[in-house]
């Protein structure tokens, strides 16, 4: 079979995966394990927990598999911190062949006891992973007997590779974290007047953009989950009143937990682009029904729509015309790039995500144009047969989606976790629309030849 038909093959094991807005009438499949065979661009259970757990600054990250599994580190992820650093550290039992015949839980302890004695922290993720889950360590009573012998907290992570895809990693990482929070036995809860935030990584400080947001409003943050906390402020966050979750893909479920265990009301938020960051600001505002927070939330939106709005009309006036493509980790975050897309005058022709949910899809599918194709769970194959066919001039994408578009001499830019540029709130909007307009308007389109995409339109932007 040649390269092309094998790719129609898979395409049309895929094809309810996949839509063109306008041609099918029929609701996209999402939210199922990736067609056996297919590479699917979409990160492992263990990658899924390790991105949302990563970021608590104090805790070591310890995984036990292979060291392999441990090449994910901080280096791969901008979250920042105030506080330790510990979190930039990545441990590793180090499975070995002997230890998949024999089992690795005795490894795995003494890892801990060795890690304890070094930095004596008072909180250890150990996490799961694929051969683990084939061996059948049990994760569990190693960090119960450890938790025991230390007086600290272990949490195991069930982040086995092989029970599902990476939505089943981030609610690993979340029910690890439910575990963290729960309070003492008698102990009483009483709420104050602070928010949660979650689903937010603080990748190149974005945490803390909105917690200034919230202090202007007249609110105050209390933890984010998991951008710059530790083990005491996660401690606190049973007392929260409002939780706000920026990646639902990732969060949901633990809002979900705490609105029905610890009564906690949640609203989803985006604070990418202005519409949804001052949509989301104002949604937040009216929780408190008090006519002096909406004040303040008024001023704050007036005050910081001006100061970016002239830059982003010179963006967009050079900008206006051009395509993009997006495949990006949530259905949350596609949805807002949408919209930052319309506000720097770029149309989006190909969509899609790893773990959008069928409401998400929905969503997109309202907003998209007619002969936007949208897709789930792609491979690179589809990926770049979609953007080729549709002309996209950038691609929005993650690590593993970098090399696809410079092989294909498009535009990329980074929207995950390595990114060192804050992407969230106003000052986000105009860093987003910069980064647009310097890879998509680079010199370098020069020089990239026939079917290295320069057309027109980019001609004109270089000009
Ligand atoms: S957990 Fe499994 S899929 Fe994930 S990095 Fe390790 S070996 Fe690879």
Redesign the pocket.
Request: glycine content about 24%; aromatic content about 8%.
């Given at each position: 079979m040649r390269d092309t038909e094998r790719l129609e093959a898979a395409i049309e094991e895929r094809k309810d995966s996949i839509q063109t807005k306008g041609k099918q009438k029929q609701q996209l499949k999402c939210d199922t394990n990736s067609v056996a065979g297919c590479v699917s661009q979409r990160a492992?259970?263990?990658?899924g927990a390790r991105v949302v757990l990563n970021p608590v600054t104090d805790a070591i990250h310890l995984v036990h598999?292979?060291i392999?599994?441990a090449s994910y580190t901080w280096d791969i992820r901008g979250s920042l911190t105030s506080g330790s650093d510990l979190y930039r550290f990545s441990f590793s039992t180090d499975l070995q062949e002997m230890d998949v015949i024999f089992g690795g839980e005795k490894k795995l302890a003494r890892a801990i006891d060795g890690l304890v004695e070094k930095y004596q922290p008072k909180l250890i993720f150990v996490y799961s992973?694929?051969?683990v889950g084939v061996i059948g360590d049990d994760l569990e009573a190693v960090c119960k007997a450890a938790a025991r012998r230390h007086g600290i907290e272990v949490i195991p992570v069930q982040s086995s590779?092989f029970i599902g895809n990476k939505s089943a990693g981030y609610r690993a990482a979340c029910d690890a974290l439910l575990k963290l929070i729960k309070p003492a036995e008698n102990e009483q809860i009483s709420k104050n007047n602070t928010i949660n935030y979650l689903g937010d990584f603080n990748l190149a400080g974005e945490v803390w953009i909105i917690k200034d947001y919230l202090q202007r409003m007249g609110l105050a943050l209390n933890v984010a989950f998991t951008g710059d906390s530790n083990y005491e402020t996660l401690k606190t966050a049973t007392k929260a009143s409002l939780n706000i979750v920026q990646c639902a893909g990732s969060m949901i479920y633990l809002a979900n937990q705490m609105k029905e265990i610890y009564d906690i009301p949640y609203h989803n938020v985006s604070f990418l682009g202005l519409e949804d960051t001052s949509d989301s600001l104002r949604r937040i505002a009216r929780t408190y029904n008090d006519l002096e927070i909406m004040r303040r939330t008024e001023e704050l939106i007036k005050a910081e729509t001006a100061a970016v709005a002239p830059l982003l009309a010179r963006y967009r006036e050079k900008l206006r015309g051009k395509k993009a493509a997006i495949y990006v980790g949530g259905g949350f975050k596609a949805i807002s790039l949408i919209k930052q897309f319309r506000e720097i005058g770029i149309d989006v022709v190909m969509i899609g995500t790893q773990t959008g949910r069928q409401e998400e899809y929905d969503t997109i599918n309202d907003l998209v144009d007619d002969g936007t194709v949208i897709l789930d769970d792609a491979n690179p194959s589809e990926l770049e047969r979609f953007m080729v066919e549709k002309g996209a001039h950038l691609l929005v994408g993650g690590v593993k989606e970098r090399p696809l578009a410079y092989k294909l001499g498009i535009a990329f830019i980074d929207h995950n976790h390595d990114r060192k540029h804050p992407l969230s709130g106003y000052v986000g909007a105009v860093n987003f629309a910069q980064e647009v307009y310097s890879t998509v308007c680079s010199p370098v389109w020069k020089y990239t030849g026939e079917g290295g995409g320069l057309d027109e339109q980019r001609k004109c932007c270089l000009s």
């Open positions: 492992c259970v263990y990658c598999g292979p392999g599994c992973t694929c051969i590779g």
